[in-house]
């Protein structure tokens, strides 16, 4: 009930084509989901986040869908570039607040070539 | 978006000696940090949630007594790894909410530690 399912594990797009990587969860109860990037030896950094009211969120060239019924989101990225190369992780948040952990997916590996 | 550091960014140690990893909330106020382990490719491996002021909340499987976390501040919390061994050698990553109702979750920059 607390996993987030993440696919594709890895994914090879061509420069100026679309990168979607999906995600999938069980708790109903899960109120924000966000998008984490991670670079080789950095910390993560938060991409984009969307609330389960909202079925659309686009900032630049990165697009969260999010389907409620079906329990599913992606993000989509538009335009990719080389640059965009790294481990994207969905997360999803429990209620809870500020002392309750988010629930990450296992990640997805997107190598954007030219 | 808000800032959170951690020192040192890198670490190599002896097996058996002990290791602090600081992490900090560099413009805002963490009543709670959370404390992750991640391996070479693959996910991030919560180890335990980090209140202020109270005893930190470990995750199933992981040895509250090898990694002392300490919360003593609103802006500091501790990772100490003690008697390290190369099974230790990992890159371990701290992260913060802003604020007890925000949803926004920010990560440091990570901390690589290597135990010969």
């Known amino acids: ?114 | 978006g808000a800032v959170v550091s951690q020192h040192p960014s890198r670490v190599i140690c002896k097996s058996g000696t002990s290791v602090k990893i600081e992490c900090r909330s560099l413009d805002f106020q963490a009543t709670t940090m959370f404390w992750y382990r991640q391996f070479p490719k693959q996910s991030l491996m919560l180890m335990a949630t980090s209140n202020e002021g109270s005893k930190a909340t470990y995750e199933q499987g992981v040895e509250k007594d090898k990694f002392l976390i300490n919360h003593a501040s609103l802006t500091l919390s501790t990772l100490t790894v003690t008697s390290a061994h190369p099974e230790d050698s990992s890159f371990y990553i701290c992260s913060a909410r802003t604020s007890g109702d925000s949803l926004e979750q920010f990560f440091g920059p990570g901390t690589r530690l290597t135990v010969l």
């Open chain 1, 1 to 114: 009930q607390q996993q987030v399912k993440q696919s594709p594990q890895s994914l090879i797009v061509q420069k100026g084509g679309i990168s979607i990587i999906n995600c999938a969860y069980e708790n109903t109860a899960f109120d924000y989901f966000p998008w984490y990037q991670q670079f080789p030896g950095k910390g993560p950094a938060l991409l984009i986040a969307i609330r389960p009211d909202v079925s659309e969120k686009k900032e630049g060239r990165f697009t969260i869908s999010f389907n409620k019924s079906a329990k599913q989101f992606s993000l989509h990225i538009m335009d990719s570039q080389p640059g965009d190369s790294a481990t994207y992780f969905c997360a999803a948040s429990p209620p809870g607040r500020g002392n309750t952990p988010l629930v990450f997916g296992k990640g997805t590996r997107l190598s954007v070539i030219a």
